[in-house]
C-alpha cells in the first residue's frame, strides 16, 4: 500500500518531469495550509512575515494577500527599500541594525521610504552612525523600532549575564534599561520611536522534541517554559517603562515554533514568521506544531557504487548555525534513504544509503528538504510552483532577481 510520502513522490515526479535536477520546488497546496494554520494559531492577531524565511516576492505576495498577514519583517535596510519600491509592502520592519551608509542616505533622503520603514536599534550608538550619515533636520523623520532582549537569566547580577539561554542580541534586557534607551531616542531629533520588537529565539527556533534525545528535549521544554515566565512579566514591565516615552504602533515578538503561546501574551500586539510557511526540517522537532513540508529540492542519482547505495550529484546545501547534523538536508523522497556519515552532503556528490537505494538506477530523482527555509533560495534562481501533479508557474527568488543582500 502506498504511504502519503510515496504519493507525493509520484506526484512531484510526475510535475516536473520536464525539469532538470538540481532545482527546487514549493508546494502551493501546503504553503497555503501552512499559512492558515499560522494564523489560525496567531488567533486573531496579525503575522509579520520574514522575509527572509522566503526570499522571494511572488510568495511574499502569496502570503501578504492572505487574511492575517500584515508587513514584511526584513533582514537588511537594502531589501526593505527593494520591496518597498518595488510595491511588496508598504510597512517593512528591519528586523536588525544596520550600518549600511548606502541604504541609510537613500532612506534619509526620501520621505515615502521614511514612512514605509521602521529600523531597529538597540543603542544610542546605532542613533549616532545614523545622524553621521545624514544630519537631523536636513532628512526626514526616520521610525524606530527598540529591541527588548529576549534571552534568560536565570541567575541575578553579573553571574546572571554570563548565564545566558537564548541568542546574543539586543543589551537592553531589563525594563529599566528600555526605559533608559527609550528617553534617549525621544530626546534625539529626527526619530520617532513607534515600535518594541523582542523574539524568543529559544523558544521559537529551538525545537523542543529533538528526536533520539528524550533527555535533552526534557531540558529544553523545561527552561522554555522558566524562561517564558520570566519574559512574560518582564516584557510588560519593559513595553510600559517605552510607553511613558513614545506613543507605541506595535510591540512585535515570536516566531513559528513559538506563534500560539507569544499570541497569549497581553503586552503583544503582532507577530512574526516566515520558515512554517515553507516547512524546513528544523522544525520536525516541534511538539506543538509542525508545519507541512512544502519546499523541496531534487538531485540526480548519477552512480550506484555499491549495495544500498547511489550517488547524487550536487547537495551540499548546509543550512547556517551551529555546524551539526541537524543543518544538513535531509534525503526525503523516496523514504527510507538518509546521508552517510562520513561524507554527508558534499560539494559536488552526496552518496546516500538506505532501504530504498537499490531501487534507485542512474537518472531517477531523490527529493530533499532543506534545514532551514529561505536558505534554500540562495541555491536556486527560482521556484517552480507545484499544485497536484503539475508545475503552474516558476517564481524568481531573490538570488534569481540577482538581489544578494546577505
Not at 529626527?190 to 520588537?197: A, E, Q, Y
Not at 515578538?253 to 499570541?263: C, N, Q, R, W, Y
Request: glycine share 10%.
Amino acid at each position: 500500500m502506498a504511504t502519503e510520502r510515496d504519493t507525493l513522490r509520484q506526484r512531484l515526479d510526475r510535475a516536473t518531469a520536464h525539469l532538470e535536477p538540481p532545482f527546487a520546488v514549493v508546494d502551493l497546496t501546503a504553503f497555503d495550509a501552512n499559512a492558515a494554520a499560522l494564523t489560525g494559531r496567531a488567533a486573531g492577531k496579525p503575522i509579520r512575515i520574514a522575509s527572509k524565511s522566503l526570499r522571494c516576492r511572488p510568495l511574499l505576495d502569496r502570503a501578504l494577500g492572505r487574511p492575517g498577514w500584515q508587513g514584511v519583517m526584513a533582514y537588511t535596510l537594502g531589501e526593505a527599500i527593494w520591496l518597498v519600491r518595488s510595491g511588496v509592502t508598504a510597512d517593512a520592519l528591519v528586523g536588525y541594525p544596520t550600518a549600511d551608509r548606502a541604504a541609510l542616505a537613500q532612506l534619509a533622503d526620501d520621505a515615502e521610504l521614511a514612512a514605509a520603514i521602521c529600523l531597529m536599534v538597540d543603542s544610542t550608538e546605532q542613533l549616532d552612525l545614523i545622524d553621521a550619515v545624514a544630519t537631523p533636520g536636513r532628512r526626514a523623520e526616520l521610525r524606530i523600532c527598540l529591541e527588548l532582549d529576549a534571552s534568560w537569566r536565570p541567575l541575578p547580577g553579573d553571574l546572571g549575564a554570563r548565564v545566558h539561554v537564548g541568542t546574543r542580541r539586543s543589551p537592553v534586557h531589563s525594563a529599566a534599561d528600555a526605559g533608559t534607551l527609550a528617553a534617549a531616542i525621544a530626546d534625539r531629533p529626527g526619530f520617532r520611536l513607534v515600535g518594541v520588537m523582542s523574539y524568543e529565539a529559544h523558544i521559537a527556533g529551538l525545537g523542543d522534541a529533538p528526536p533520539g534525545q528524550a533527555l535533552r528535549g526534557a531540558t529544553i521544554r523545561l527552561l522554555q517554559r522558566r524562561s517564558y515566565r520570566e519574559l512574560l512579566n518582564r516584557r510588560a514591565a519593559a513595553v510600559a517603562a517605552v510607553r511613558q516615552h513614545a506613543d507605541l504602533e506595535f510591540v512585535n515578538a515570536g516566531g513559528t515554533g513559538s506563534i500560539a503561546l507569544t499570541t497569549a501574551d497581553p503586552a503583544v500586539t503582532e507577530l512574526t514568521a516566515g520558515s512554517g510557511l515553507y516547512g524546513p526540517t528544523l522544525f520536525d522537532a516541534y511538539r506543538a506544531w509542525r508545519p507541512t513540508p512544502a519546499a523541496f529540492f531534487a538531485l540526480s542519482v548519477v552512480r550506484r557504487p555499491g549495495h544500498k547505495v547511489a550517488t547524487l550529484l550536487g547537495g551540499g546545501w548546509i543550512a547556517s548555525g551551529a555546524a551539526d547534523r541537524s543543518r544538513l538536508p535531509v534525503p526525503w523522497l523516496p523514504s527510507g534513504l538518509r546521508l552517510t556519515g562520513t561524507e554527508g552532503a558534499g560539494e559536488v556528490q552526496t552518496p546516500v544509503t538506505g532501504t530504498s537505494a537499490d531501487g534507485l538506477r542512474v537518472g531517477d530523482r531523490v527529493w530533499f528538504r532543506h534545514a532551514k527555509a529561505g536558505e534554500l533560495a540562495e541555491r536556486v534562481g527560482e521556484l517552480h510552483l507545484v499544485e497536484g501533479d503539475q508545475v503552474v508557474g516558476s517564481a524568481p527568488t531573490y538570488r534569481g532577481e540577482s538581489r544578494t543582500f546577505l
